[in-house]
């Protein structure tokens, strides 16, 4: 079987394993006082120094989070409920956010009457920051927080975080980034970049499922989404996962130190990949930014083709990947990323994701080429119904 | 896979029968509900994942096919326009011809499957043909009539052999947690069961005359002439009784003049029916022939001569039947002790009575 969807998830790295069980079996709550509870603590507050030293953070602004998810909730409603005034309640994102940022984005929008105001991204998927600089200019009073993605989920570009952070600074305006396809993937300084708040996720880079982290800069408030003990900093509650704190530290801190070289191995198969495909298939359309994008991303449309259609054919065969993120009751819509990357509808339906990770060898490619070539020809006969 | 016991059954079947299957289940709306209530409605999300877990339990993979826009197409709007057109749609057979059995089977097809495999009650003989399944209470054949020899060639019935009951057991014995789902009943796009609420929304409401068709006489009025079936007998709102004390049914529908007529039962009373083009599921025949025919799901059975005649069937039914709406399927009867054969069916276009007309 050959695994093309590290995006979705990809398996935990041994060390990550070996420190969840580690950690699993010793006893103790970090908030208690005793011995126990002072074993878990330095543990947590070890995993905290380790994930701050490997990201450009302080330790002080980690806040561990149940799941990325969480983390891209809790710095958007977080941060726009703390800085809401009845002249300042406008939330800035982007077309291409995760659903974790822009169903939290809508969710403001209907229900708590935020202004939203959504910006364009080119064809290649990069956020227009043109448009941004006159929002700014217009509007710079109004904004609460503004939120973009580090690199896309589905195409994979990266987006210029530092130059949209240093646009805002001036207006006073925290900049949230989901980076969870960036962590451990592509250089990520959390300082250096001028956000205010960024989020992970455990599970996209080697760790467990079930645990994510915001970097909140000290100076930034956010409004609690859970309230109870107020394990982490009063701003998140709930005991603290040990275990998953643990090993999700190993993760980051192996996937940040190997990253330059596992980026290079990973962009050199990707990049076999994409000539493989475009030999094998030659009207397909390689989509994203070809040169500023996730090293182990690779995003095509098959003109005439369903996704579904080729996904279903090629799991047949072996071979698992991915049509795009979004998929409501098991009934895929068109992707809005690459709707707002100014696809048709039909070219939005008839796109696969193939992403590598560190498990990802030559023999993956050699089966996605093998069956990649009947799989189009037959979802070409079925078309697009 | 609709999430219910026959298609879940079907499927365990097919796999034992030694086929490679995949489990489909259509999604079919595009906003569904989160859950079903009771036995109405399908294709909720809740259903979705009943299918899912079948799949996993007998071990197949499962994916959802997006249909509903080609349901919405084809079987929805098909369903509004026969209404609005005096007539009285199945559209459960509607989909059986322009969904299951044709988009997803051509769909499926095309990505190198064989067949199509759902639940119906119905078999195929070793001759090809369409029969009855053992079933008599949940034969589906009717539903299934309008299927080309082609379509019926491309689809497998592994439920035709075995009643209902028999299927719960399985289901129970296969481990199959949708073995006591209640059966869904009614038009499963139209999730309260309010077809005439449902109706009303989209064609709108047009006030009308309820007239005798004896006397001309107005008895009373509707906001809608496309909520009436032909032999429907409840709902029509008259506060007179008729002069004979006997309850008064709807005769005809005339959309052009939001006119609705009733009478007396005697009136329904048909015994010449007419259809459009035919599918010939079996040898097409030429002159007239004897058969048994069926005028809607579930329904009763009439000996007829049946005529082929001016691109249509024309059915000379032995004992009258009543209430017999246009849009419905005549479907063509060989009976047989190996299940009876469906030769042949059409939509009903016209009836008429020749004693009623005094022949």
Redesign the interface.
Known sequence: MAYLDHAATTPMLPQALDAYVRTARALGNASSLHGSGRTARRTVEEARERIAEALGAKPGEVIFTGSGTEADNLAVKGVHWHRRTAARNRVVTTAIEHHAVADAVAWLGDHEKADVTELPVDKLGRVDTAVLAALLDERGTEITVLTCMWANNEVGTLQPIAEIAAMAEPHGIPVHTDAIQAVGHVPVDFAASGAAALALSGHKLGGPTGTGALILRRDVKAVPLLHGGGQEREIRSGTLDVPGIASLAEAVAHAVRTQQVESQRLALLRDDLVARIREAVPDAVYNGDPESRLPGNAHFSFPGCEG??LL??L??AGVECATGSACS????QPSHVLLAMGAEADDARSSLRFTLGWPTTKADIDALVAALPEAVR??K???L? | MSGGVDSAVAAARAVEAGHDVTGVHLALSKNPQTYRTGARGCCTIEDSRDARRAADVIGIPFYVWDMAERFHEDVVEDFYAEYAAGRTPNPCLRCNEKIKFAAVLDRAMALGFDAVVTGHYARKGDDGLLRRAVDPGKDQSYVLAVLTPAQLAGSLFPLGDTPKDQVRVEAEDRGLAVARKPDSHDICFIADGDTSGFLKNKLGRKEGEIVDAASGEVLGSHDGSHQFTVGQRHGLGLKRPAADGKPRYVLSITPVDNRVEVGPREALRVDRIRTGAPVWLAAERTGPFEAEIQLRAHGEVYPATVTPEDGGLTAKLHKPAYGVAAGQALVVYEPSEAGDAVLASGTIDSTSSVEAAGV
Not at chain 1, 329 to 332: E, K, V
């Open positions: 579904d259609a279903m054919l799991d047949a009751a098991g009934i895929a037959r979802a006969t079925a078309g119904s």
